[in-house]
Every structure is written in C-alpha cells, then in structure tokens.
C-alpha cells in the first residue's frame, strides 16, 4: 500500500509541487509554473515541493539537476526539503506496477519502435493520434499468448509493459478528475477519457517505470492536493485519474495553466533549445523583469501581494 512520505500536519493543508525532468536547462516556461505554483501556495498557505523527474538514464544530468536548483534560488522560490529525486526511488514504482500486473492489468510489448510504425502504416492514414499527436499503439502484443511470451522471455527478449487500457476501464467504470479555480477556490468535475490514449507505457525498457506511473504514484507518496501545471498536460490528466483509481490513490485538485509561447506561435520547449534561463539571465534578464512580465501576462490576478519573496 502506497503512504504519503511526507504527511501534512495537517490534513486540510495544501500541497503543491513543481517536478521538472533535468533532460535540458529550464526556459521561462518552467519558470512561469513554478512561479505559480509558489503564489498559490502561499495563497492557500500552503506547502511547496521540487520534485526531480530523473528516470530516464539517458538524459537526466545531475548539472541540470543543479541548474534547476539555482534558477530557483534566483527566483526567489522556496521550497521544502528533502527534495524527492525519482531515480533514488524506483523500488515505489515497482510496487505499484506489480499490483497492477496481479490485477492482469498489463502486458508485456516487445514491438520496436520500427515495428510499430510499420504496423501503424498497414492501419492506413486514418488511424488514430493520441492527444500528443502520436499514432495509437495498434495493439500488436496484446494477444499474445502465455507460451509465445514466455518464448520471447526465454530468448532474452526485453520488453515493455503496456497498460491495457480496455480492460483497466472496465474495472473502475466511467471517471472524473477535478480542475480548481485558482482564484475563487471553485471546483469543476470533468469526464475522464483514458482511452484517448490507448495502450500506455507504464514501464520502459530501460527502466522500470514511466512518467505516468511515477507521477501518480509520487503525488500520492508526497500528499499533493493541488496540481498546477501546463495546459499541455490536461489531457494526461485522464491517464492520471486511471492509475489513481486503479492503485486505490488520492485525486489531487487541478489547474494546467496557459502556456508562454515563442516567436514560432509554438510552445517553449527544452527539445526545440528554446532559450534557457540561464541564456536570458546572461543577457540581462533581472528577476523583478520577469516576474513583471508574468504578472502583466494576467494568467493569475492579485499575483503582486503574493509573490514569492526572496531570501
């Protein structure tokens, strides 16, 4: 049974995160969440925690790592220790993947990448995207039976493990997550669609969890109650509800907030080497100026009382 590692002395005090990946330097978007996630929690009178999302052994770096740290410190964000790094805690996310695996919730996927695509292709142009813009997984290993598993296992094949999202729906029955209003406090239900996403990952082949499965199960270690984050991740936020109902986990609270965008009209992001902080503060970029260009931006209103202060 998952408990939360860090319980609030209070059970009715809010719990917020912000849980960056060090895969690249941070740029203004991630400076724009934790901004907000720091003066909501201030709001609430609250609790703020860094996370850092590091399960992925080929692009975390411990110098992006301590990058994220410092751009907080320049920001003025304080947050409490010890900070919960992923990697050191992989055994809770087996857990929780074994429980569903007892439930014959997941299945073992060896397609490569190229074999997907290919069968994707076979599918015609009409199949399917995910709320990313990525083909749905066609569903190729599902059927497999137990002896031609068992014959992949046997010869050393390595595979992934998929969610089978068909089956996990069944079991829980329709679903809702709730959004909040950051301003007046007021909730929304909305309907849950997983299956928007198909089969997911829930463990890679190169480690034994995913970004799914390790967010639902940390928020839950670590108590959060209210998730701000990017309106990128909205429609994550359906898988979420899933594995929270499935693993018997606490719903958080959510707001996925408007995205700063950049010349192209696209999102920021570390994948596009969209300009680092670290670039735009050797450039001249003060804290006061940037804190000034989220408050006119007006994604949260009364920011000014409640920013964060420096220490």
């Known amino acids: ?49 860094l996370r850092i999302e590091d399960i992925d052994p080929a692009r975390s770096r411990p110098e992006h790592s301590e990058a994220i740290e410092d751009a907080l410190v320049w920001l003025g ?42 069968a994707v292709q076979k599918k015609g142009a009409e199949w399917p995207l995910d709320p990313d813009g990525s083909p749905l997984y066609p569903q190729t290993c599902r059927s497999l039976t137990s002896e031609e598993i068992n014959a992949r296992f046997a010869r050393g094949d390595k595979p992934q493990w ?11 029955g329709p679903l809702v997550w709730t959004s909040f209003d950051p301003e ?17 990952v829930l463990v890679r082949k190169d480690t034994p969890t995913s970004y799914h499965l390790s967010v639902v199960v940390d928020d839950a270690i670590q108590g ?3 998730i701000v984050r990017g309106m990128d991740l909205e429609a994550a936020t359906d898988i979420h509800t899933l594995l929270q ?13 408007p995205l700063i965008m950049g010349p192209d009209g696209k999102k920021l992001a570390k994948s596009k080497a969209s300009a680092s902080l670290d670039i735009e503060r050797a450039a001249g970029l003060t804290r006061s100026a940037l804190i000034e260009a989220f408050q006119r931006a007006g994604i949260l209103a009364d920011t000014e009382k409640s920013e964060p202060k420096t220490g």
Not at 30 to 49: D, F, M, Y
Not at 80 to 108: C, N, W
Request: proline share 8%.
């Open 245 to 257: 109902a499935l693993l018997g986990l606490p719903q958080p609270l959510y707001w996925h907030h």
């Open 77 to 118: 964000i304080h947050y409490e220790q010890p900070v919960r790094r992923q990697s050191h805690f992989m055994a809770d996310y087996v857990q929780a993947f074994e429980t569903l695996k007892a439930k014959g919730l997941v299945y073992p996927c060896f397609c490569s990448r190229t074999e997907i695509e290919s």
């Open 162 to 172: 998929r969610l089978d999202h068909a089956k996990a729906m069944a079991a829980t």
């Open 224 to 226: 959060v109650t209210h």
């Open 184 to 200: 007046t406090l007021l909730t929304t239900a909305h309907h849950a669609r997983p299956e928007r996403w198909g089969d997911v």
């Open 1 to 49: 049974m998952i408990k939360p590692l860090y319980p609030s002395p209070d059970n009715r005090q809010a719990v917020l995160r912000f849980a960056p990946s060090p895969n690249g330097p941070l740029h203004r978007g991630h400076a724009l969440s934790v901004w907000l996630n720091a003066t909501i929690a201030r709001k609430l009178n609250g609790r703020l925690l």
